[in-house]
């Protein structure tokens, strides 16, 4: 089963930028679509970015031009990075782990990273 920890929040200010890490274990991540989710205070969790196996990538309308979703396979990692910070993108950010189909028929199911802390405020 695949296990995330993310890195890499803390306090910026508006207009500042941060890079978020997501580093997994397993040995098929590739093959996994990953995504970064966030969570403000009294709000429902939503996507921020997705990103597929084959690199396509997909942006809530809130980060677009602003966030950039990439993966390094090589180092099981998927990064966020978020430029031109908003005190609205204040929130617990999270990493998640897609199994491709055929690996969700073995019973493997989606993973969530523990969550970092973004702080947006001067």
């Known amino acids: 089963q695949v296990q995330l920890v993310e890195s890499g929040g803390g306090l910026v200010q508006p207009g500042g930028s941060l890079r978020l890490s997501c580093a997994a274990s397993?040995?098929?991540?590739?093959?996994?679509?990953m995504g970064w989710y966030r969570q403000a205070p009294g709000k429902q969790r939503e996507l921020v970015a997705v990103i597929t196996s084959s690199g396509s990538t997909n942006y809530a309308d809130s980060v677009k031009g602003r966030f950039t979703i990439s993966r390094d396979n090589g180092k099981n990692t998927v990064y966020l990075q978020m430029s031109s910070l908003k005190s609205e993108d204040t929130a617990v950010y999270y990493c998640?782990?897609?199994?491709?189909?055929?690996?969700?028929?073995?019973?493997?199911?989606?993973?969530w990273g523990q969550g970092t802390l973004v702080t947006v405020s001067s």
């Open positions: 998640n782990a897609d199994p491709p189909s055929w690996y969700r028929r073995l019973g493997h199911l989606e993973v």
């Open positions: 397993g040995s098929i991540f590739s093959s996994y679509a």
